[in-house]
């Protein structure tokens, strides 16, 4: 049985423009909810994601549990309705696929744990370091390969990134840094200013690239500050 707030977001989705639902039943159009509030407004489980897209009830997933359904209405309403196939919406859905073991499964798959040297700093390559900001992310993505990663365990999650910014200052050989994660735009704007700023004060570092979906799941993110221009952007984590 659907209640009133599904039956208002299948009239949203059914409709020509992009609307979030609110608290309060009105509709309001996704360029005027700030990136914060289209956080708090995300769908969180896979049970009301099917709901709302018209799709039959299916038995709960494992894999849910551990990385739970994350969907941000900006994302949801370009998925088609009523359609399992749906691109977009494969990447989000939990599927009982995940549940089944599979030959070669690793936790790891990239091998990021061999390479953390410093709170949350990964080094693989010689001229390169990545800094995995923060576990957070706008979406979540069925085939992350970092969904199984212990952000709390290696630092990630307290954004105090002075061991990684000491790290980089000390190897002179690391020319361009990562920002990655989870996503990097999901921190608040002085947060990121600050840690662009000290990467940026490092002088043998030519580059920093920020890893996000952001500007895909949640577009209203991109604001007008001055250190996030200064980096380029990667649509990918
Ligand atoms: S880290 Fe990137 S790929 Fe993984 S869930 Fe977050 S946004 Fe998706």
Redesign the pocket.
Known sequence: MQNSSTNKSAEILAGTSRFVPTASEQEISCDEVDWQTAFSLAVRSASELREILGLPAAASVKGEQSFPTFVPWEFLSRIRHGDPLDPLLRQVLPSADEDVDQPGFSADPVGDLDAVVAGGLLHKYQGRALVVTTGA?????R?????EFPYAAVGSRSEDWRGSIDYIRNHVEVEEVLLS???PLTIVDHKLDELICAIEAIEHVRRQRIHT?MPIVMPQRITPTNSIQTASIDL??
């Not at 992310?137 to 993505?141: K, P, Q, T, W």
Request: glycine share 18%; with cysteine; hydrophobic share 20%.
């Open positions: 992310c706008g979406v979540h993505c085939y992350c390969f970092r969904r994660g989870g996503d979906r990918a984590c």
